[in-house]
């Protein structure tokens, strides 16, 4: 394991526009979350300051870091299908098993490398947010704090299944505008499942198949957290409570997407004449 991730981090870092993209997609998330620590004034006119509305409080700090550095992977995804249209362009697919590779390890390099950057960026928001956390947290009980680090999990699920597909499309496309398309092909494709069963009229079953196609169930992971800051304002308000919660068959949904792409990539790549 240890070789293979060796190899593969060899031939990204000396990649300099991997290098910028696998930057660029640490960097961002937190930039983003440490700018929103600053108080903002906006021309003397209002002060912004979203400390004030909670969102460094234990245990929400949780929910809001996984779900808005999580919207920054597309970055990383870049990275992920361009390895694979890399080793198809630069011949060095057919090199690598020439000298030694088989197409079993292959595939792995490639997954470990997504678990890899998928595990740096899960242990980097931890910090983050306990650091933050521990900053402007109104509550510091220990058992408070420990609250919610599912949030942490369904984050490291979440980019491992989603860089995971995009293998998938990697390998499927052997180019990475081409895979790229495909990605944003199934998002729409998921929303048009969705749709027409929704105008056969049942929104309830459009639903419960949306939540078992790969990208919706990625999705719902970590749900978006604005209704639940609008709660923590307006408890009275019952009409915007909804189900935040990580919950373990959608994790487990995940997880089987992964094993499929990852298993349907080395079958892709096997059967394929190099």
């Known amino acids: 394991m240890k070789r293979l991730i060796e190899i593969e981090l060899q031939k990204l870092l000396l990649n300099r526009t991997s290098r910028i993209l696998i930057f660029i997609s640490f960097l961002l998330p937190l930039c983003v979350i440490l700018l929103s620590a600053i108080k903002i004034n906006f021309f003397g006119f209002f002060t912004l300051e979203l400390g004030e509305l909670g969102v460094f409080n ?22 992920v299908v361009s390895m694979i249209g890399n080793e198809y362009s630069n011949k060095t697919l057919k090199q690598n098993l020439i000298d030694g590779l088989n197409k079993k390890e292959f595939i792995l390099s490639k997954f470990y490398v997504i678990i890899f950057f998928s595990l740096i960026s899960t242990i980097i928001i931890f910090i983050l947010s306990l650091v933050l956390g521990l900053i402007y947290s109104s509550y510091d009980e220990f058992h408070i704090i420990i609250q919610e680090m599912e949030f942490l999990i369904a984050y490291f699920v979440k980019l491992v299944g989603f860089f995971s597909f995009c293998l998938f499309l990697g390998v499927l496309a052997k180019r990475s505008g081409f895979a790229l398309a495909f990605l944003f092909t199934d998002l729409i494709l998921e929303w048009v499942v969705l749709g027409i069963i929704t105008w056969k009229g049942n929104y309830e079953l459009a639903q419960k198949v949306q939540d078992f196609l790969p990208l919706t169930s990625m999705s719902n992971l970590i749900k978006q957290p604005f209704q639940r800051i609008a709660m923590t304002k307006f408890p009275g308000n019952s009409d915007i409570i909804y189900d935040y919660s990580v919950h373990f068959e959608t994790v487990l949904i995940v997880i089987l997407w992964t094993v499929f792409f990852v298993y349907s990539s080395y079958k892709l790549l096997k059967k394929r004449d190099l």
């Open 58 to 79: 234990f245990p929400i700090i949780w929910h809001i870091t996984t779900f808005f550095s999580a919207l920054f992977k597309f970055f990383f995804a870049i990275v």
